[in-house]
């Protein structure tokens, strides 16, 4: 039993926070804003060098052959960093699904070519305009086509950096892929989900303290009031109680049971739940510059929203959970069980 | 990451669920905090737990324990709370006091004072709060005044936990005329020396669970200072780093009370006074109670790995009060009607959890206080 992350993870981790630092900071979402640009391609080829595009991908594919757990990290940064690209649906959920189905596809050979996934689980089809390709879902079975082969129509999101669309598209011209196995794709879309909501709330939490520890009213900082701090030492509680379930459910992932699957249903519950009770409480706490455009706060409480009924709601991952509390042995001792069939 | 037991942590498991079955009492003892028969019954059962060398798995062999590490005691713990053997009366401590004891107390003093607590046989309170000094500890007013080798103690402690059952205190006191966190030690005396009174409070749900202490001119050796003179305030925070980081709520016994609860909503759900709206809170529940355990888990394999527990010990215990209360006032909802009534002997007593639940928020440092060091100490605003 070691629920420790090597020093690798956390360098990997830091890594990935410094890159979307630099490269995903206030400046360039307003930039990117104003420009209306689809993607900045200076980021996304930076992020596809550092190999986080190609993480999950096995070794033989040219991928690093990395864990979920590794990618977790990866997306808690990109939610910290509400980064803008296509990374963790493309790298976390498509490229994978991709790989099983279709071993040597030549789109898996190019890291700067992201992959846009249709999935019953969700509305529209993000960032489809840009990708190389797009999986399409039908019956069960996956198909794949380029943007040009299938007709977008854009969604506007409350989100200014979720590109989403309606995706209209014929069998005739798209190839067939074979039988997929969808739930993979929603538990790493829901795992990868929790890890960005666990960054979006930290960097609520971190907006609000950088900003409490300025802001002055009645002659000192409003951090000096108790009022303000207890917002978001409540914030930060709740956090320290996301981290643990979104590392645990990305450490069991690869189990595929009913426990693995409550796992990441809980951490998805927690995660976002953390994430919009911060940005609402990072909001109040920067008070009416907090409701302006002009404080990035927004930002993160729009990604919290958009991501808490993607992949799955919160309905459905409730139900997961009960389902495993009425079937699997719950209590003491019981915490890092397999399904019992599968033991 | 590895989240699976070692083959000797399972070994390790099944020796401690095997001897407990052997063991655990059949009927349940009666609450240590509201009877001399109730508490004397615990003593007994701590001194089983001894025969079994299982005092506090933790401390190392000379002092009365195993020497095992923080994952072996989870297990210890889990093992523990599934066998619903009783609760520990001796808490203060094997938990508190005696982490502290082996952290900062000299050899002679961890030979005097641990195998005794380990085993039961001297089974301590905490005197701390004073009727001026709750959650402003610094403002302790009590005095521990040198004469020669021993202190001269005055006072007046309130809030002790077990004080009027248990055979020794451990009290934070300052040095005459001085103030705030300057001049504080803390200090050991027995609880039937002479110039010592125990005046017994009631709590809400009527057990004597707590009680005041006066002292009058107690005198004690110099021997009783744990750490420096004038060190108090500093063991005294380590302490309270020990009661809400990690020992004194293993979340074996929320997880326990989260599985009650399930079974609860199985036996309840579809009768027509039950809102189905309240599987939400089961499930919540649940996820509160796992929530908690793995980040206890997390935090023993940091510490295993050398880190140290800092002020986000305040976190847990913000986290394990409310989910208490969240727990069971979800089990009073499903019962409805029969919620207000009192539970028969060896029925899950509800409402008594939850109304010893309600202290939780206020004890070991209110969660007021929590979460100003929380937003002080973790994330950096200022204290003024």
Redesign the interface.
């Known amino acids: 039993?070691?629920?420790?992350?090597?020093e690798e993870?956390q360098m990997f981790a830091e890594t990935a926070r410094q890159l979307f630092a630099d490269k995903s900071g206030a400046d360039q979402w307003r930039e990117q804003m104003r420009s209306g640009e689809a993607r900045i391609e200076a980021r996304w080829s930076a992020i596809a060098e550092n190999g986080f595009t190609t993480l999950l991908l096995p070794e033989n594919e040219g991928g690093l052959g990395l864990s979920e757990?590794d990618f977790a990290l990866v997306a808690e940064q990109a939610g910290y960093a509400a980064l803008p690209d296509p990374l963790v649906e493309s790298a976390g959920v498509a490229a994978p699904m991709l790989a099983q189905l279709a071993p040597g596809h030549d789109l898996l050979a190019r890291p700067d070519a992201s992959i846009a996934i249709q999935h019953p689980a969700n509305a529209a089809v993000a960032d489809a305009d840009i990708s190389a390709a797009i999986i399409l879902h039908d019956a069960g079975t996956a198909y794949l086509a380029r943007p040009d082969q299938v007709g977008l129509s854009r969604r506007e999101s409350i989100d200014p950096f979720r590109r989403l669309f309606n995706v209209e598209w014929d069998k005739q011209q798209a190839t067939e892929l074979g039988r997929a196995d969808w739930d993979l794709a929603l538990d790493r879309g829901a795992l990868f989900a929790a890890a960005q909501g666990l960054g979006i709330a930290q960097r609520c939490?971190d907006l609000a303290?950088a900003y409490?520890?300025e802001r002055q009213q009645f002659g000192?900082?409003i951090?000096?009031y108790?009022a303000?701090?207890?917002h978001?030492?409540?914030a930060?509680?709740a956090i320290?109680?996301?981290?643990?379930?979104v590392?645990?459910a990305a450490?069991?992932i690869g189990d595929r049971d009913l426990v693995a699957q409550s796992l990441i249903s809980?951490a998805k519950?927690?995660a976002l739940e953390a994430a919009d009770n911060a940005a609402r409480a990072a909001i109040q706490v920067h008070g009416a510059m907090g409701y302006s455009w002009e404080v990035d706060v927004h930002l993160f409480l729009k990604r919290s929203l958009a991501l808490t009924n993607s992949w799955g709601t919160p309905y459905f991952h409730?139900q997961r959970?009960?389902k495993r509390?009425?079937t699997c042995p719950?209590?003491?001792?019981?915490?890092?069980d397999r399904e019992p069939q599968n033991a | 990451?590895?989240?699976?037991?070692?083959p000797e942590?399972e070994a390790f498991?099944l020796e401690i669920r095997s001897w407990l079955e052997d063991h655990v009492p059949a009927e349940p003892l009666e609450h240590f905090d509201n009877s001399r028969e109730g508490f004397e019954a615990h003593r007994d059962w701590e001194r089983v737990l001894e025969t079994g060398n299982w005092g506090m798995v933790t401390w190392p062999p000379e002092y009365g324990g195993r020497g095992l590490d923080l994952?072996q005691w989870l297990?210890f713990?889990?093992?523990y709370?599934?066998a619903r053997a009783p609760g520990r009366v001796s808490q203060n401590g094997i938990f508190l006091l005696g982490p502290t004891l082996i952290e900062f107390g000299t050899d002679e003093q961890k030979k005097r004072f641990l195998p005794p607590m380990a085993s039961g046989q001297e089974i301590w309170a905490q005197a701390w709060s004073e009727p001026m000094a709750g959650s402003d500890l610094a403002g302790v007013r009590a005095t521990a005044a040198r004469d020669g080798d021993e202190y001269v103690l005055n006072g007046h402690k309130i809030w002790s936990s077990r004080a009027v059952f248990a055979d020794w205190a451990f009290g934070l006191f300052r040095e005459p005329g001085t103030e705030r966190h300057a001049g504080m030690s803390l200090i050991f005396f027995p609880l039937d020396a002479p110039g010592v009174t125990v005046n017994p409070i009631k709590k809400i749900n009527g057990h004597v669970g707590f009680a005041e202490i006066l002292l009058e001119n107690v005198r004690v050796p110099e021997f009783n200072r744990l750490g420096g003179e004038g060190e108090g305030w500093k063991i005294c925070m380590a302490t309270a780093g020990f009661e809400r980081g990690l020992m004194l709520r293993s979340?074996?016994?929320y997880?326990?009370a989260?599985?009650e609860l399930?079974k609860l909503w199985?036996r309840r759900k579809g009768d027509p006074s039950v809102d189905p709206a309240l599987?939400?809170d089961?499930?919540r529940a649940?996820?509160?109670a796992?929530?908690?355990?793995?980040?206890i888990?997390?935090t023993?394999?940091?510490l295993i790995?050398g880190a140290t527990i800092g002020p986000?010990a305040s976190?847990?215990k913000?986290?394990w009060s409310e989910l208490d209360i969240h727990l069971h006032r979800t089990a009073l909802a499903l019962l409805g009607p029969e919620a207000e009534f009192l539970s028969e002997p060896g029925a899950h007593d509800w409402i008594d959890d939850y109304i010893f639940a309600l202290a939780g928020p206020i004890y070991a440092g209110s969660n007021?206080i929590?979460?100003?060091i929380?937003?002080?100490r973790?994330?950096?605003?200022?204290?003024?």
């Open positions: 039993m070691d629920f420790s992350l090597s993870q757990l939490v303290v409490a520890k000192k900082p951090g000096t108790q303000v701090k207890h978001l030492a409540s930060q509680t320290e109680f996301v981290r643990p379930v590392l645990a450490a069991r809980h519950i927690v409730r959970i009960a509390m009425a719950i209590g003491p001792s019981h915490t890092f | 990451m590895q989240l699976e037991y070692t942590q498991r994952i297990i713990e889990e093992e709370a599934r979340p074996a016994r997880q326990l989260a599985a399930a199985e599987e939400d089961v499930v649940f996820m509160n796992e929530a908690y355990a793995l980040s888990y997390r023993a394999s940091m790995g986000e976190t847990n913000i986290f007021e929590q979460r100003n929380i937003a002080e973790m994330l950096g605003l200022p204290r003024k």
